[in-house]
Protein backbone atom coordinates (compact mmCIF):
# COMPACT_ATOMS: atom_id res chain seq x y z
CA UNK A 1 0.00 0.00 0.00
CA UNK A 2 0.86 3.49 -0.89
CA UNK A 3 2.09 5.01 2.62
CA UNK A 4 0.55 8.74 1.87
CA UNK A 5 -2.70 6.99 2.00
CA UNK A 6 -4.73 6.36 5.85
CA UNK A 7 -7.64 4.75 4.43
CA UNK A 8 -7.83 2.51 1.52
CA UNK A 9 -10.77 0.43 0.71
CA UNK A 10 -11.41 -2.03 -2.36
CA UNK A 11 -14.51 -3.68 -3.55
CA UNK A 12 -16.26 -2.24 -0.49
CA UNK A 13 -19.83 -3.55 0.00
CA UNK A 14 -22.82 -3.55 2.75
CA UNK A 15 -25.97 -4.57 3.12
CA UNK A 16 -28.73 -3.92 5.36
CA UNK A 17 -30.29 -6.58 5.56
CA UNK A 18 -31.38 -6.91 2.12
CA UNK A 19 -30.69 -3.55 1.20
CA UNK A 20 -27.42 -2.34 -0.82
CA UNK A 21 -25.95 0.51 0.87
CA UNK A 22 -22.68 0.72 -0.83
CA UNK A 23 -21.46 -0.92 -3.94
CA UNK A 24 -18.00 -1.64 -4.82
CA UNK A 25 -16.41 1.54 -2.90
CA UNK A 26 -12.63 2.03 -4.39
CA UNK A 27 -10.76 4.95 -2.91
CA UNK A 28 -8.12 5.75 -1.61
CA UNK A 29 -7.56 8.34 1.22
CA UNK A 30 -4.31 10.79 1.71
CA UNK A 31 -2.82 11.46 4.99
CA UNK A 32 -3.31 14.53 7.49
CA UNK A 33 -5.90 16.24 5.03
CA UNK A 34 -9.31 17.05 5.07
CA UNK A 35 -11.32 14.46 3.12
CA UNK A 36 -15.34 15.39 2.85
CA UNK A 37 -18.09 12.71 1.80
CA UNK A 38 -20.88 14.71 -0.01
CA UNK A 39 -24.22 13.57 -1.87
CA UNK A 40 -27.98 13.53 -1.20
CA UNK A 41 -29.57 11.80 1.81
CA UNK A 42 -29.32 8.25 1.82
CA UNK A 43 -26.24 8.35 -0.71
CA UNK A 44 -24.43 5.86 1.78
CA UNK A 45 -21.84 8.54 2.67
CA UNK A 46 -22.48 8.37 6.26
CA UNK A 47 -22.34 4.31 6.26
CA UNK A 48 -18.86 4.68 4.57
CA UNK A 49 -17.70 6.82 7.02
CA UNK A 50 -19.08 4.23 9.81
CA UNK A 51 -17.09 0.94 7.79
CA UNK A 52 -13.68 3.06 8.75
CA UNK A 53 -13.92 2.13 12.69
CA UNK A 54 -16.60 -0.66 12.66
CA UNK A 55 -18.99 0.80 13.97
CA UNK A 56 -22.06 -0.42 11.42
CA UNK A 57 -21.50 -3.56 12.73
CA UNK A 58 -23.15 -3.15 16.39
CA UNK A 59 -26.43 -4.20 14.48
CA UNK A 60 -26.43 -7.98 13.57
CA UNK A 61 -28.24 -6.95 10.24
CA UNK A 62 -25.35 -5.64 8.65
CA UNK A 63 -23.02 -7.39 6.25
CA UNK A 64 -20.19 -6.04 4.65
CA UNK A 65 -17.71 -7.62 1.91
CA UNK A 66 -14.42 -6.68 0.33
CA UNK A 67 -11.52 -5.16 2.11
CA UNK A 68 -10.59 -1.73 4.19
CA UNK A 69 -6.87 -1.06 5.15
CA UNK A 70 -6.06 1.43 8.02
CA UNK A 71 -2.66 2.45 8.09
CA UNK A 72 -1.85 -0.42 5.85
CA UNK A 73 -3.88 -2.99 7.66
CA UNK A 74 -6.89 -4.59 6.92
CA UNK A 75 -9.48 -3.91 9.81
CA UNK A 76 -11.20 -7.15 8.84
CA UNK A 77 -8.38 -9.08 9.87
CA UNK A 78 -9.27 -12.03 12.30
CA UNK A 79 -6.03 -10.10 14.76
CA UNK A 80 -7.86 -6.94 14.51
CA UNK A 81 -9.10 -5.73 17.79
CA UNK A 82 -11.91 -3.32 17.74
CA UNK A 83 -10.41 -1.57 20.69
CA UNK A 84 -7.28 -0.44 19.13
CA UNK A 85 -9.22 -0.04 15.82
CA UNK A 86 -11.19 2.63 17.54
CA UNK A 87 -8.69 4.36 19.42
CA UNK A 88 -6.74 4.96 16.23
CA UNK A 89 -10.17 6.41 14.55
CA UNK A 90 -11.69 8.40 16.97
CA UNK A 91 -15.10 9.44 15.79
CA UNK A 92 -17.14 12.80 16.10
CA UNK A 93 -21.47 12.66 16.11
CA UNK A 94 -23.49 15.24 14.71
CA UNK A 95 -24.78 15.94 17.87
CA UNK A 96 -22.22 16.99 20.65
CA UNK A 97 -22.55 14.13 23.14
CA UNK A 98 -20.21 14.90 26.35
CA UNK A 99 -20.96 12.65 28.94
CA UNK A 100 -22.68 14.15 31.56
CA UNK A 101 -19.82 14.29 34.34
CA UNK A 102 -17.09 17.14 34.58
CA UNK A 103 -14.82 18.51 31.82
CA UNK A 104 -11.96 17.22 33.24
CA UNK A 105 -13.36 13.68 33.46
CA UNK A 106 -15.06 13.48 29.86
CA UNK A 107 -11.09 13.63 28.87
CA UNK A 108 -10.16 11.58 30.98
CA UNK A 109 -12.46 8.67 30.40
CA UNK A 110 -10.84 6.82 27.48
CA UNK A 111 -7.18 7.21 29.05
CA UNK A 112 -9.36 5.45 31.97
CA UNK A 113 -10.40 2.80 30.14
CA UNK A 114 -7.88 1.96 27.96
CA UNK A 115 -4.26 2.51 29.84
CA UNK A 116 -2.67 0.53 32.30
CA UNK A 117 -3.68 2.07 35.96
CA UNK A 118 -0.06 2.98 36.23
CA UNK A 119 0.22 5.09 33.99
CA UNK A 120 -2.60 7.13 35.59
CA UNK A 121 -1.20 8.93 38.22
CA UNK A 122 -2.82 12.71 38.50
CA UNK A 123 0.42 14.59 36.98
CA UNK A 124 0.30 12.52 34.05
CA UNK A 125 -3.92 12.74 33.79
CA UNK A 126 -3.49 17.14 34.58
CA UNK A 127 -1.13 17.23 31.82
CA UNK A 128 -3.14 15.10 29.30
CA UNK A 129 -6.28 17.21 29.94
CA UNK A 130 -4.62 20.35 29.28
CA UNK A 131 -2.52 19.32 26.11
CA UNK A 132 -6.04 18.42 24.64
CA UNK A 133 -8.34 20.99 25.74
CA UNK A 134 -4.90 23.59 24.26
CA UNK A 135 -5.30 21.50 21.29
CA UNK A 136 -8.84 22.11 20.50
CA UNK A 137 -8.77 25.63 21.45
CA UNK A 138 -10.39 25.16 24.96
CA UNK A 139 -8.50 25.64 27.56
CA UNK A 140 -8.22 28.90 28.26
CA UNK A 141 -12.49 29.02 28.39
CA UNK A 142 -12.51 26.05 30.78
CA UNK A 143 -9.02 25.81 33.03
CA UNK A 144 -10.85 27.29 35.93
CA UNK A 145 -14.20 25.03 34.90
CA UNK A 146 -12.67 21.72 34.73
CA UNK A 147 -15.21 20.68 37.44
CA UNK A 148 -18.04 21.63 35.95
CA UNK A 149 -20.49 19.61 34.35
CA UNK A 150 -19.54 19.60 30.69
CA UNK A 151 -23.64 19.05 28.97
CA UNK A 152 -23.85 22.90 30.66
CA UNK A 153 -21.07 24.05 28.33
CA UNK A 154 -22.33 25.65 25.03
CA UNK A 155 -22.64 23.08 22.25
CA UNK A 156 -19.78 24.51 20.45
CA UNK A 157 -17.65 24.37 23.66
CA UNK A 158 -19.09 20.76 23.67
CA UNK A 159 -18.06 19.43 20.21
CA UNK A 160 -14.46 20.96 21.02
CA UNK A 161 -14.77 19.01 24.21
CA UNK A 162 -15.65 15.69 22.11
CA UNK A 163 -12.71 16.05 19.86
CA UNK A 164 -10.61 17.10 22.64
CA UNK A 165 -11.81 13.82 24.81
CA UNK A 166 -10.46 11.99 21.11
CA UNK A 167 -6.95 12.94 21.42
CA UNK A 168 -5.80 11.66 24.42
CA UNK A 169 -5.64 7.98 22.89
CA UNK A 170 -3.61 9.60 20.00
CA UNK A 171 -5.64 8.67 17.19
CA UNK A 172 -4.20 8.81 13.73
CA UNK A 173 -7.74 9.39 11.83
CA UNK A 174 -10.65 11.64 12.99
CA UNK A 175 -13.98 10.50 11.49
CA UNK A 176 -17.03 13.33 11.50
CA UNK A 177 -20.78 13.08 10.81
CA UNK A 178 -21.55 16.40 10.30
CA UNK A 179 -19.95 17.86 13.08
CA UNK A 180 -22.07 21.10 12.62
CA UNK A 181 -25.14 20.33 12.11
CA UNK A 182 -26.41 21.22 15.66
CA UNK A 183 -24.18 24.85 15.43
CA UNK A 184 -25.04 28.10 14.71
CA UNK A 185 -22.83 30.15 12.37
CA UNK A 186 -20.09 31.01 14.90
CA UNK A 187 -19.96 27.55 16.07
CA UNK A 188 -19.27 25.88 12.55
CA UNK A 189 -16.97 28.75 12.14
CA UNK A 190 -15.37 27.48 15.13
CA UNK A 191 -15.20 24.00 14.60
CA UNK A 192 -14.02 24.35 10.74
CA UNK A 193 -11.02 26.45 11.85
CA UNK A 194 -10.55 23.76 14.65
CA UNK A 195 -10.34 21.18 11.99
CA UNK A 196 -7.89 23.22 9.59
CA UNK A 197 -5.71 23.22 12.64
CA UNK A 198 -5.72 19.16 12.84
CA UNK A 199 -5.32 18.76 9.70
CA UNK A 200 -1.76 17.70 8.99
CA UNK A 201 -1.09 16.29 12.31
CA UNK A 202 -4.22 14.02 12.23
CA UNK A 203 -6.33 12.59 8.82
CA UNK A 204 -10.14 14.06 8.98
CA UNK A 205 -12.90 12.63 7.08
CA UNK A 206 -16.35 14.91 7.15
CA UNK A 207 -19.45 13.82 6.09
CA UNK A 208 -21.57 17.40 5.23
CA UNK A 209 -24.63 17.99 3.62
CA UNK A 210 -23.23 21.59 3.43
CA UNK A 211 -21.66 22.30 0.38
CA UNK A 212 -20.47 25.07 1.20
CA UNK A 213 -18.59 23.93 4.23
CA UNK A 214 -17.42 20.98 2.01
CA UNK A 215 -16.26 23.45 -0.19
CA UNK A 216 -14.34 25.66 2.06
CA UNK A 217 -13.21 23.07 4.69
CA UNK A 218 -11.94 20.42 2.75
CA UNK A 219 -9.04 19.32 0.52
CA UNK A 220 -10.35 16.69 -1.07
CA UNK A 221 -14.00 15.60 -1.57
CA UNK A 222 -15.77 12.72 -2.29
CA UNK A 223 -19.24 12.32 -4.40
CA UNK A 224 -21.37 9.82 -3.88
CA UNK A 225 -25.00 8.68 -4.99
CA UNK A 226 -26.89 5.62 -4.41
CA UNK A 227 -24.11 3.66 -2.57
CA UNK A 228 -21.60 4.72 -5.30
CA UNK A 229 -18.56 6.45 -5.29
CA UNK A 230 -19.31 8.51 -8.47
CA UNK A 231 -16.48 11.02 -8.07
CA UNK A 232 -13.04 11.24 -5.89
CA UNK A 233 -10.95 14.52 -6.47
CA UNK A 234 -9.20 17.76 -5.09
CA UNK A 235 -12.09 19.92 -3.74
CA UNK A 236 -11.39 22.76 -6.11
CA UNK A 237 -11.44 20.43 -9.38
CA UNK A 238 -14.66 18.62 -8.04
CA UNK A 239 -16.60 21.94 -7.95
CA UNK A 240 -15.52 24.22 -10.87
CA UNK A 241 -15.02 21.12 -13.40
CA UNK A 242 -16.32 18.13 -12.00
CA UNK A 243 -15.79 14.97 -14.57
CA UNK A 244 -18.92 13.09 -14.25
CA UNK A 245 -22.43 14.85 -14.88
CA UNK A 246 -24.27 13.67 -12.17
CA UNK A 247 -21.62 15.29 -9.75
CA UNK A 248 -21.89 18.84 -12.10
CA UNK A 249 -26.13 18.17 -11.66
CA UNK A 250 -25.85 17.70 -7.74
CA UNK A 251 -23.55 20.62 -7.14
CA UNK A 252 -25.58 22.89 -8.88
CA UNK A 253 -28.89 21.98 -7.42
CA UNK A 254 -30.67 20.52 -9.83
CA UNK A 255 -31.17 16.98 -7.60
CA UNK A 256 -30.81 15.96 -3.85
Known amino acids: MNSSYSITTRNLNLWYGKFQALININLNIKNGIITSLIGPSGCGKTTLLRCFNRINERYDYVRTAGEIKILGKNIYDPDVSLIELRKSV ?15 ENVVFGLKIHSPS ?25 KDR ?8 L ?7 CIARLLPLKPQII ?11 DG ?4 EELMFELSGQYTIVIVTHNMAQ ?5 DECIFMLMGELVEHSRTEDL ?7 RTEEYIEGRYG
Open 90 to 104: GMVFQRPNPLPISVY
Open 118 to 142: TELKRPYLDEAVEKALTEVGLWDDV
Open 146 to 153: LEMKATDL
Open 155 to 161: LEQQQKL
Open 175 to 185: LMDEPCSALDV
Open 188 to 191: TRAI
Open 214 to 218: ARRAS
Open 239 to 245: FINPKDP
